[in-house]
């Protein structure tokens, strides 16, 4: 089983990203504006340069 890690994204370093089965981002508050969609993306760059992003739509007002 893996270990479950949370922790606030801007505190996440290079070794809790290894070997990630699923990543959930959990948001401590709300943005200002709600009324519209927001799009978040994540990228994560190897050793070996290539890079890797996933983006999302999150509707924060439901």
Excluded: W
């Excluded at 479950?4 to 070794?15: C, F, M, S």
């Excluded at 519209?36 to 007002?61: E, L, Q, W, Y």
Aim: glycine share 2%; with cysteine.
């Amino acid at each position: 089983m893996l270990e479950i890690k949370t922790k606030a994204l801007e505190d996440v370093i290079p070794n809790d990203l290894t070997m990630l089965a699923r990543l959930n981002l959990y948001f401590t508050k709300n943005p200002s504006k709600l009324d519209k969609p927001h799009n978040i993306s994540v990228s994560i760059s190897t050793d070996d340069g290539r890079t890797f992003t996933a983006s999302c739509t999150m509707n924060f007002n439901q």
